[in-house]
């Protein structure tokens, strides 16, 4: 039984995810995508990581073999724990480059860079993709892609429970539009029994977790993370029956505490995944203004931990579990 914590651009990063282990020892992290090209000229290839990062899975971006052959073996030098394909993105830019869900129509390229990536690393492989693309319903195409793609080796899917619509509509817009289809997914986890098909897609609260679980042995979240971080301090005491108890004061002082010196350089990358911390509590907005004007002063990071001393008696309330 597995949580995954959804790729997500300009979310999942080095921040993000770190604030996510300290409250979920249990969940399984995502990076967010990167293309190839990006990953073989850019610094993300310096990256290293860290014991408590795992299970960590890189999600990458391409239409190149050997590039994919490349950046399989830096990844596995790396340490991650699961190189994942995305085959599900929307973005025009991204389906301009030739990738992303656009590639569900091209299975056998699909299984080409599975069976490359599979004969150079031992890292297991993975893909992230849709239903289908467009407004029509049929399954075929997708079948005819995990049938393919399987073949070839890759035998853990992560669907997202609605089509990639290519044209007309943002990729915003792609996250809630068309309708998701559950049933589809179960269909294709029925077809596909010697797979592993985790689901996602609107997944908001802990009874919907608990019924996908009945189902799936996985199940993926975005938004809802992102969202209301403290979220996953529920999926930790519900779903892992994990009875550890704190407060939000003590994730920040841990967070504020782990951050290497180089990245607190830049305070609005360090400190803006910390937003929505306070969430649904009653110190929400007093938090989101303290953030704010610490990431705009020339205050130290390690200011911003006042913030608990100026609240001390609302947060001492705030005991989570
Ligand atoms: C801001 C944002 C960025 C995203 N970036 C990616 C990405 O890099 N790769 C990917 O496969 N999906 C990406 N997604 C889609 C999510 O991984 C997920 O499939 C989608 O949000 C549906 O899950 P949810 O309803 O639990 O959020 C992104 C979603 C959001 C909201």
């Known amino acids: 039984m597995k949580i995954f914590l959804a790729p997500m651009v300009g979310r999942t990063d080095k921040y993000f995810r770190k604030l996510v282990r300290i409250i979920s020892p249990n969940i399984v992290l995502f990076t967010e995508m990167i293309?190839?090209?990006?990953?073989?000229?850019g610094r993300f290839k310096e990256y290293i990581v860290k014991d408590v990062e795992h299970p960590v899975v890189v999600q990458l971006a391409g239409?190149?073999?050997?590039?994919f052959i490349q950046c399989a073996e830096i990844i596995t030098e790396q340490g991650f724990d699961e190189i994942n394909l995305n085959i599900g993105c929307p973005s025009s830019k991204v389906v301009k480059g030739g990738f992303g869900a656009c590639q569900i129509e091209t299975p056998s390229q699909i299984a080409e860079y599975v069976d490359a990536i599979k004969s150079n690393t031992k890292t297991p492989i993975s893909i992230k993709t849709r239903l289908g693309i467009g407004y029509e319903h049929d399954l075929r195409k997708i079948i005819d892609f995990i049938d393919q793609t399987s073949n070839a080796g890759c035998d853990i899917y992560y669907i997202h429970a609605r089509n990639a619509i290519l044209n007309g509509i943002s990729t915003r817009k792609n996250r809630s539009i068309p309708k998701l289809r559950y049933d589809d997914v179960f269909k294709l986890k029925e077809m596909f029994p010697d797979v592993k098909i985790f689901i996602n897609g609107g997944i908001e609260d802990i009874d919907q977790i608990e019924e996908m679980l009945k189902i799936?042995?996985?199940?993926?979240?975005?938004?809802?993370?992102?969202?209301?971080?403290?979220?996953?301090?529920?999926?930790?005491n519900k779903v892992f029956s994990n009875s550890k108890t704190f407060t939000i004061e003590e994730i920040?002082?841990?967070?504020?505490?782990e951050l290497d010196a180089a990245d607190t350089v830049n305070k609005l990358f360090a400190l803006k995944h910390l937003t929505n911390l306070h969430k649904g509590t009653g110190l929400s907005k007093r938090w989101r203004k303290h953030l704010h004007n610490l990431i705009n002063s020339n205050e130290p990071i390690d200011n911003l931990k006042n913030f608990y001393i100026e609240n001390y008696n609302e947060e001492k309330k705030e005991i989570i579990c």
């Open 35 to 41: 293309t190839v090209d990006s990953l073989l000229r």
């Open 63 to 67: 239409n190149d073999k050997n590039k």
């Open 216 to 236: 799936y042995n996985g199940v993926m979240i975005g938004r809802k993370i992102y969202n209301k971080p403290m979220f996953l301090a529920e999926i930790e």
């Open 252 to 257: 920040v002082c841990e967070y504020i505490d």
